[in-house]
């Protein structure tokens, strides 16, 4: 888009301000905190009158178990390395804390391939002796379809059969894949918090670094036998996740593509009456990410992804490099304007062979949530399902339904510009309305932003980003 069109796209964005200001003192917690329930009772009555109806999705790929510990028990208790470095996999102890570092001073999430199974196994023990640490269900798509299923859908989910996850799952959902008594797929969560120290690296925000040794999921041993039972199934919605456990994994050459190929294949196999969403993961390595924009993306009619997610397919798309960490929390201007050259770029390409023109971004950041959405398509409720992945966000990570506004703050709470072009107009921010929503692109587009209740108190951050996606599609299709 150049910059003519853009300013003018911005210009003719119809905003609904609110003739209201709140002008508040920092100072006074009982005005703050007043504020604060405004907005939750504002959302949550919008919530309420919004529920799921008949849907059927289905959702692949893999699952694992995640086994969660606190770094600072696990690292923490560990010499801290003399320097930060990055690699692609880790064979050793000395990269692990040299990459853990490196990651947690940036407060960004990642996710690698520990090479050296007696290395795994010694940290899995460690980990696992840790008073507090737990295991659970994890993997993208369990996680999206437990969502989907506790909120009344009726779920298809690619997955070996293993106990584990047999026990775990909802248990309306039906697990379609093979058999398996593996003890392989198990992934360690290693979280840490806002302001926590190792030596001389602090982490400026709460988050995770995620290692697995496991051999089954990278290479989505399930999409094959999936194929008959997702077309019988004649879903509503097919939500593509868990690809990020190919990130980084050691393929043969040739294999990182030829099973993205086979995700494609499936995804092209239905019609066009199911919608499908790809939910984005941190995606590293750059042949990984040139081929889901090849292979994957284009064919999707939705997308989701998080603060780091979306300039890294942006970079990539755009000038065909991935920003390995970003801000943690992006101003509002700028994401919306990566987000509307992402939607134009991949409503650009003719729909042939299968692929799909984008009708839906949904963006979840620790401060808000924004979704995008094309006005003529079948995308229904988009101020409901960014109120509802709002929602979501602080339940999640406060690992509790209530919410307590005694361990939540707004970050977004004063207004946001529309766009960094010169001119843009601002949305001032409303505590009776506090979810704003407005049409632009001459009436194509409309575009809703919920913020979010911050979780002072934090549980997990892990599977946040699916539990949120899965919230806001789940009131969509
Ligand atoms: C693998 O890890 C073990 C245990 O930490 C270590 O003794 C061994 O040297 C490692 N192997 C390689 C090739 O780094
Ligand atoms: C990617 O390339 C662009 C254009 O060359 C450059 O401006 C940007 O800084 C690069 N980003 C990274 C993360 O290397
Ligand atoms: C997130 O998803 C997991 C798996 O479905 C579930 O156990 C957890 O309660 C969810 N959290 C929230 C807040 O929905």
Same mark, same amino acid.
């Given at each position: 888009?150049?910059?003519?069109?853009?300013?003018?796209? =911005?210009?003719?964005?119809?905003?609904?301000?609110?003739?209201?200001?709140?002008?508040?003192?920092?100072?006074?917690?009982?005005?703050?905190?007043? *504020?604060?329930?405004?907005?939750?009772?504002?959302?949550? !009555?919008?919530?309420?009158?919004?529920?799921?109806?008949?849907?059927?999705?289905?959702?692949?790929?893999?699952?694992?178990?995640? $086994?969660?510990?606190?770094?600072?028990?696990?690292?923490?208790?560990?010499?801290?390395?003399?320097?930060?470095?990055?690699?692609?996999?880790?064979?050793?102890?000395?990269?692990?804390?040299?990459?853990?570092?490196?990651?947690?001073?940036?407060?960004?999430?990642?996710?690698?391939?520990?090479?050296?199974?007696?290395?795994?196994?010694?940290?899995?023990?460690?980990?696992?002796?840790?008073?507090?640490?737990?295991?659970?269900?994890?993997?993208?798509?369990?996680?999206?379809?437990?969502?989907?299923?506790?909120?009344?859908?009726?779920?298809?989910?690619?997955?070996?059969?293993?106990?584990?996850?047999?026990?775990? =799952?909802?248990?309306?959902?039906?697990?379609?894949?093979?058999?398996?008594?593996?003890? !392989?797929?198990?992934?360690?969560?290693?979280?840490?918090?806002?302001?926590?120290?190792?030596?001389?690296?602090?982490?400026?925000?709460?988050?995770?670094?995620?290692?697995?040794?496991?051999?089954?999921?990278?290479?989505?041993?399930?999409?094959?036998?999936?194929?008959?039972?997702?077309?019988?199934?004649?879903?509503?919605?097919?939500?593509?996740?868990?690809?990020?456990?190919?990130?980084?994994?050691?393929?043969?050459?040739?294999?990182?593509?030829?099973?993205?190929?086979?995700? *494609?294949?499936?995804?092209?196999?239905?019609?066009?009456? %199911?919608?499908?969403?790809?939910?984005?993961?941190?995606?590293?390595?750059?042949?990984?990410?040139?081929?889901?924009?090849?292979?994957?993306?284009?064919?999707?009619? %939705?997308?989701?992804?998080?603060?780091? &997610?979306?300039?890294?397919?942006?970079?990539?798309?755009?000038?065909?490099?991935?920003?390995?960490?970003?801000?943690?929390?992006?101003? =509002?201007?700028?994401?919306?304007?990566?987000?509307?050259? $992402?939607?134009?770029?991949?409503?650009?390409?003719? &729909?042939?062979?299968?692929?799909?023109?984008?009708?839906?971004?949904?963006?979840?950041?620790?401060?808000?949530?924004?979704?995008?959405v094309w006005k003529d398509s079948a995308w229904t409720n988009t101020l409901a399902a960014a109120t509802k992945?709002?929602?979501?966000?602080?339940?999640? =990570?406060?690992?509790?339904?209530?919410?307590?506004?005694?361990?939540?703050?707004?970050?977004?709470?004063?207004?946001?510009?529309?766009?960094?072009?010169?001119?843009?107009? *601002?949305?001032?921010?409303?505590?009776?309305?506090?979810?704003?929503?407005?049409?632009?692109?001459?009436?194509?587009?409309?575009?809703?932003?919920?913020?979010?209740?911050?979780?002072?108190?934090? *549980?997990?951050?892990?599977?946040?980003?699916?539990?949120?996606?899965?919230?806001?599609?789940?009131?969509?299709?």
């Open positions: 888009m150049d910059t003519l069109t853009f300013f003018n796209n =911005v210009l003719s964005v119809t905003v609904i301000f609110a003739a209201f200001w709140y002008s508040c003192n920092d100072g006074d917690s009982l005005l703050l905190r007043e *504020r604060l329930q405004d907005v939750l009772q504002a959302m949550l !009555e919008v919530e309420q009158q919004h529920s799921v109806g008949e849907v059927r999705i289905a959702v692949g790929y893999g699952a694992c178990k995640d $086994i969660f510990v606190q770094g600072s028990d696990l690292m923490g208790v560990m010499t801290p390395p003399q320097r930060t470095a990055h690699f692609n996999r880790i064979d050793s102890m000395k990269q692990l804390k040299e990459m853990y570092a490196l990651f947690y001073t940036a407060g960004s999430a990642a996710e690698r391939y520990v090479g050296n199974k007696t290395l795994f196994n010694e940290i899995l023990a460690a980990a696992e002796a840790v008073p507090g640490s737990y295991s659970a269900l994890g993997g993208n798509a369990p996680v999206m379809a437990s969502r989907f299923a506790l909120e009344g859908a009726k779920v298809l989910l690619a997955a070996k059969r293993s106990s584990y996850i047999m026990n775990k =799952v909802h248990p309306s959902i039906i697990v379609r894949g093979d058999e398996t008594e593996s003890d !392989e797929d198990i992934h360690l969560i290693i979280e840490y918090k806002a302001g926590e120290s190792w030596g001389t690296y602090q982490a400026p925000r709460a988050n995770r670094f995620i290692i697995h040794s496991d051999d089954n999921n990278p290479v989505l041993s399930t999409v094959e036998d999936f194929g008959g039972q997702l077309e019988a199934f004649k879903p509503n919605l097919f939500v593509v996740g868990g690809l990020q456990m190919m990130d980084n994994f050691p393929f043969p050459p040739g294999v990182q593509e030829e099973r993205l190929q086979a995700v *494609r294949d499936q995804m092209t196999s239905l019609s066009t009456s %199911s919608r499908i969403h790809f939910e984005m993961a941190s995606f590293t390595d750059t042949d990984l990410l040139t081929g889901l924009i090849q292979h994957v993306i284009p064919y999707a009619d %939705s997308l989701g992804m998080n603060e780091q &997610e979306l300039p890294n397919l942006y970079n990539m798309m755009k000038y065909g490099n991935v920003s390995l960490v970003s801000d943690f929390n992006p101003r =509002v201007a700028v994401v919306l304007d990566q987000m509307r050259e $992402i939607f134009q770029q991949l409503r650009a390409a003719p &729909e042939e062979g299968g692929r799909r023109r984008l009708t839906r971004l949904h963006l979840h950041t620790l401060a808000y949530q924004v979704i995008m992945a709002a929602l979501t966000a602080n339940r999640h =990570v406060c690992g509790k339904p209530e919410i307590n506004l005694d361990n939540a703050r707004m970050l977004m709470d004063e207004g946001f510009t529309l766009s960094k072009a010169n001119g843009a107009g *601002r949305v001032i921010f409303n505590t009776q309305q506090p979810v704003s929503c407005w049409i632009e692109d001459d009436g194509k587009v409309e575009v809703c932003i919920a913020p979010v209740l911050v979780c002072t108190s934090v *549980r997990h951050t892990a599977g946040g980003g699916d539990n949120i996606s899965a919230a806001g599609l789940v009131l969509q299709v």
